[in-house]
């Protein structure tokens, strides 16, 4: 089946940029979406980006629009996260996603998830 490794996260100060990325291993995939969600302390987990593999285009939470982007590497099954103008309220715990299909903004229709990398921002 498909595993899926996130790295990049850490401490940045606020700002600052970070770039995350997921890695995926496992079956041939077929046509997919990956997705990035965050999830702070207290917090419910919350949609950031999404992109096709196959086709369309990505979407973007409006609290990232701007800052965010989102881009893969079809021959590496990796996406990233650039996370640019980092804010306080960035921080948190960020998951990479996969499902078959389209992109989502629901995490509940997504077939599998990364163990998560920390993000920590400071003023």
């Known amino acids: 089946q498909v595993q899926l490794v996130e790295s990049g996260g850490g401490l940045v100060q606020a700002g600052g940029s970070l770039r995350l990325s997921c890695a995926a291993s496992g079956r041939t995939f077929t046509s997919y979406t990956m997705g990035w969600f965050r999830q702070a302390p207290g917090k419910e987990r919350e949609f950031v980006t999404a992109?096709?593999?196959?086709?369309?285009?990505?979407d973007y939470a409006d609290s990232v629009k701007g800052r965010f982007t989102i881009s893969k590497d079809n021959a590496k099954k990796t996406v990233y996260l650039q996370m640019n103008s980092l804010k306080p309220e960035d921080p948190a715990s960020y998951y990479c996603?996969?499902?078959?299909?389209?992109?989502?903004?629901?995490?509940?229709?997504?077939?599998?998830w990364g163990q998560g990398t920390q993000v920590t921002v400071s003023s």
């Open positions: 996603a996969l499902r078959w299909g389209s992109p989502s903004y629901s995490g509940h229709v997504y077939d599998y």
């Open positions: 992109i096709s593999w196959s086709g369309g285009s990505a």
